[in-house]
């Protein structure tokens, strides 16, 4: 337990405990077993096989090749018993390898880099022993890939798949072998097969044991250019300087950067006179934030472009593309701590710890030391976990840096978290990212190995090389989505300089944002609800970049002619002017009044109907008074829906930004089990080393989408359009779907990766409508004592069944399109 008071480098000294203590010891292997070598092929003579290749190119970043393989095997056969075993038997490892043909290409490495989503299955029947196998990769990053008995090959121009038969299965019946290319059509096909449909799909029958269906056809140009971009072959190195990698992925940090600064630089303008101290620190803490957020977009996505020319400019014999990626870690650690903490004693340890990490691994790369990554020597046994000491320290500094950033940002004018707090939360957060790598290891080696027997002379040693790798990769491969993580703060930024920075703080009748405050709310809804997309292996972040802010624009500029307090009123000032400078409780008791008065003149039942009518002249007359003394078209019954719950707009966007997030909860955990778990997501999640923090990124981002909405519909609530919550929450929707939709519909005419576009405008549509409806409520909290029920001042404060049946019939539909988006079952291709 950290104890109050601790400083921060003994909290430190904790990551090391802990690892030390819990993390496991691996690549054990047990006594030796006799295992078979003879996979008798002769008694396979009888065997039944068919074959399926399938292409899914659509809706996917990168094609996807499924194999899918059923070999029905004679009893007879010596190993065939060995197939009802356990799938870690070695006897069992050995019969299936027999069968499917691994390992492929060089036989003394056998690793296996397919993805199996579906166990393989035997069933045997007396007579027969049925194996029932299916695997599945991607065609990206590397030009040659094999799944199930199949060889894939990109090329230049062309893609070839072929088939690859197991040798013990050469000579056996192959009944059906077939080819789906997806839609595209073959160019050549070899032999030529006996049937087929439409030129996508091919199939052979009772192949002769020499000829093995080869078929080349030319990829979708969506998918093609999305693996040239990003793929690591010499042949397209140029290319993927500009792919989703590199300059693509860095172009919207530099993007959202330079909008940040025009944004900032627009506010400072625009408060009068001269900047208090608070005001100055908030612009300067922006202003650093934005240029961060450039600087290190561009080092973590360009700087191994920049590394790899300058290593054939200068011809090293070795790679230090690795060590790099460690020192470009430490300084993503440092800056953030730097950005976002002045406590002097914890900038020190942070800098003397990362130092001393990286005079560590500098002198084990000088003189070959095993205890951490080199270039030229594997790990040694206690490399194994000063390795992943080390990845937790420098990921322990970044985690710290990314706390402490935010606390600054939410915290601007308040008591600061300590730093020991932070420190511990820092650790905890690198414990977990380092433990899941260790679980995503063992998940990967598991996968990779399945056919291998761990008795052999190799297994060892691949195991080792194999784990060198892991945590030689690990700092790159955590780069990102720590960048990721800082990226999604930068609204909260934002949030943090207009809690300081506020023309209606000087000025007493600004009743909403003031120009260069909309201006700025218009650039922090864009860069959060963007879509980061990309066409061709490049970056279309310009194109709905710019369809975003024009839509939030366009929202704002059909409120500011329609909206309530926008209307004209004395000496041609707008109505908010004059309303803002009123008591609130007076135009509350205004609007309670006018309900009253509209109340009494549906229920008059005087039976003397003289009476009645001067009753009712009465109270028209009244209400016509009310009236006249508002704009046209404006009731004093809409003065309090056009003011939101706050007396200032400030208020009203701190209440929205809270009712958001509360209400976003569930939507969150929606999302994240769409994103993370659902389908095999979970399978390929579960096996990257930073899936931990990748996690942490969906949760976060989900959050400060709904804080962000919320805060949007709340600061400009008294100038969005519609005059109850609901309404102007589905105008902020509106403005978020659109350019979703937009970008949906291109990537579906180009046959690109589809975002679930659906869930998430019926998520964000819900979540803002029900933010909203929540807001219209507290305006008139304090008449809540006055109803049995919360239905019952619902059905008050609108007095509109039909609008409300129509409200509620909004949320069913967005809860049905929710559930079909969770019941879709999808796959998402594995990171780099």
Not at 180 to 191: I, V
Not at 421 to 449: K, N, P
Not at 454 to 481: A, G, I, K, M, N
Not at 756 to 784: K, W, Y
Request: charged letters at 15%; aromatic letters at 12%.
């Amino acid at each position: 337990m950290i104890r109050s008071g601790w400083p921060a480098p003994r909290c430190l000294h904790v990551l090391l405990l802990l690892l030390g203590l819990f993390l496991p010891t691996m690549g054990g292997t047990a006594a030796a077993e006799s295992t078979p070598t003879d996979c008798r092929a002769d008694q396979l003579k009888k065997a039944k096989v068919t074959a399926l290749a399938e292409f899914t190119h659509r809706g996917n970043t990168f094609s996807m090749v499924t194999s899918t393989m059923d070999i029905d095997v004679p009893a007879p056969w010596a190993h065939a018993s060995d197939l009802l075993l356990d799938a870690h038997a070695p006897a069992y490892r050995f019969a299936l390898a027999c069968l499917v043909g691994k390992p492929v290409g060089d036989l003394n490495d056998f690793r296996d880099w397919e993805y199996r989503f579906k166990p393989v299955t035997v069933k045997a029947d007396g007579q027969w022993v049925k194996v029932h196998y299916e695997a599945a990769t991607w065609v990206q990053t590397w030009a040659f890939d094999a799944v199930g008995p199949w060889t894939l090959e990109a090329s230049k121009d062309s893609w070839n798949i072929a088939l690859r038969p197991p040798p013990a299965l050469r000579s056996a019946d192959w009944d059906s072998v077939q080819v789906d290319l997806g839609g595209r059509g073959a160019l050549t096909a070899t032999p030529r097969p006996a049937f087929g449909e439409g030129g996508a799909k091919l199939s052979w029958r009772h192949k002769e044991p020499d000829q093995n269906p080869t078929v080349t056809f030319r990829p979708p140009t969506v998918q093609h250019w999305d693996f040239i971009t990003t793929s690591l072959e010499e042949t397209w190195q140029v290319w993927e300087t500009w792919g989703g990698y590199s300059a693509s992925a860095a172009f919207w940090y530099v993007t959202s950067g330079a909008l940040l600064l025009v944004a900032g630089r627009r506010l400072r303008r625009s408060l009068t006179g001269r900047t208090t101290r608070e005001e100055s620190r908030a612009l300067h803490f922006l202003r650093w934030w934005a240029l961060l957020l450039m600087f290190l977009g561009l080092i973590i996505y360009l700087g191994d472009n920049l590394y790899r020319l300058l290593h054939r400019m200068v011809g090293w014999k070795y790679s230090y593309e690795q060590t790099v990626a460690v020192f470009t870690l430490a300084f993503l650690g440092l800056a953030l701590c730097l950005l976002g903490s002045r406590s002097k004693r914890l900038l020190v340890s942070v800098g003397v710890l990362v130092l001393g990490v990286l005079g560590w691994y500098l002198v084990s790369e000088v003189y070959d030391f095993t205890l951490l990554p080199t270039a030229d020597q594997y790990l040694s046994a206690p490399g194994w976990t000063v390795a992943a000491v080390t990845c937790a320290a420098l990921t322990a500094v970044s985690w710290t840096g990314v706390i402490a950033v935010g606390q600054r940002t939410l915290l601007i004018r308040e008591t600061r978290i300590p730093a020991r707090v932070m420190v511990a939360a820092g650790i905890a957060a690198a414990t977990a990212t380092v433990l899941w790598a260790y679980l995503a290891f063992d998940r990967t080696w598991e996968r990779i190995s399945w056919l291998a027997d761990p008795h052999s002379p190799v297994f060892q040693e691949f195991w080792v090389e194999t784990l060198d790798s892991w945590w030689s990769q690990f700092p790159e491969r955590v780069l990102e989505p720590l960048l990721a993580l800082f990226s999604i703060l930068a609204p909260l930024a934002v949030l943090g300089v207009l809690r300081v920075c506020r023309v209606e703080q000087h000025e007493q009748g600004a009743f909403t944002p003031a120009p260069a405050e909309k201006f700025l709310l218009v650039v922090l809804f864009a860069i959060t609800f963007a879509p980061d997309t990309y066409y061709f292996g490049f970056s279309a972040y310009a194109l709905t970049l710019l369809l975003c802010l024009c839509t939030a624009w366009g929202v704002l500029a059909l409120g500011s002619s329609v909206s309530v307090l926008e209307q004209p009123f004395a000496d041609n000032a707008p109505l908010g002017r004059t309303v803002s400078l009123t008591d609130r409780a007076d135009v509350l008791r205004l609007a309670r009044r006018f309900r009253e008065l509209q109340a009494r003149l549906g229920q008059l039942s005087t039976p003397n109907q003289a009476e009645r009518y001067a009753a009712r002249e009465s109270i028209e007359a009244e209400i016509d008074r009310l009236d006249q003394a508002l704009p046209a078209g404006v009731r004093p019954a809409d003065l309090p829906f056009a003011c939101g719950p706050m007396s200032t707009w400030w208020g009203n966007a701190r209440r929205g930004a809270i009712n958001a997030c509360l209400i976003g909860l569930p939507a969150t955990g929606l999302m994240y089990w769409i994103t993370v778990v659902k389908g095999d997501s979970w399978n390929v999640n579960a096996q990257d080393a930073t899936g931990f923090v990748w996690i942490a990124v969906v949760i976060l981002f989900w959050q400060v989408s709904w804080i962000v909405g919320g805060f949007f519909l709340g600061a400009l609530w008294r100038d969005l359009p519609g005059r109850h919550g609901p309404t102007k929450a589905l105008f902020v929707a509106l403005a978020f779907a659109i350019p979703a939709a937009a970008d949906f519909l291109i990537a579906q005419v180009v046959g690109g990766s589809l975002p679930q576009v659906i869930g998430q405008i019926a998520a964000f549509g819900s979540v803002m409508t029900c933010t909203g409806l929540m807001m219209d409520l507290q305006t008139f909290q304090n008449e809540r004592r006055y109803w049995p029920t919360n239905a019952s001042l619902v059905a008050y404060v609108y007095q509109m069944r039909f609008a409300s049946l129509a409200f509620f019939l909004a949320q069913l539909l967005a809860l049905v399109t929710l559930w079909k988006t969770f019941a879709e079952v999808s796959t998402s291709a594995p990171g780099r």
